[in-house]
């Protein structure tokens, strides 16, 4: 497995979340990493992106100010902080890596389901 996120469950409204997402180290050190969920009924929507060298950050109009992107090259891990969770926010989140900030995705792991009550 190449990408593999973990960390989803169910929360509150108002409550934080933090997901992580093991990276083999040549995707890792390979591509712009990011994030994107998927809800029923919903099309795919690329959250938060940061750039190869952690010093770039992309998020979507929707988590911006709430959701924070980041990466530990020492452990090829990814992490979604995700803080003042909404129940819109409900939706399985993937790991995946991008050859831009805002591309299409190119590999992406399992999916983690979170999902937000109000």
């Known amino acids: 497995v190449q990408l593999q996120a973990y960390g989803g469950g169910l929360v509150q409204a108002g409550d934080s979340l933090r997901l992580s997402c093991a990276v083999s180290v040549r995707i890792f050190n390979s591509y712009v990493m990011g994030w994107f969920r998927q809800a029923p009924g919903k099309e795919r929507e690329i959250v938060a992106a940061?750039?190869?060298?952690?010093?770039?950050?992309h998020y979507a109009d929707s988590v911006n100010g709430r959701f924070t992107i980041s990466k530990d090259k020492a452990k090829s891990t990814v992490y979604l902080q995700m803080n003042s969770l909404k129940p819109e926010d409900t939706a399985v989140y993937y790991c995946?890596?991008?050859?831009?900030?805002?591309?299409?995705?190119?590999?992406w792991g399992q999916g983690t389901q979170v999902t937000v009550s109000s």
């Open positions: 940061i750039s190869w060298s952690g010093g770039e950050t």
């Open positions: 995946s890596a991008h050859i831009h900030m805002v591309s299409s995705p190119v590999y």
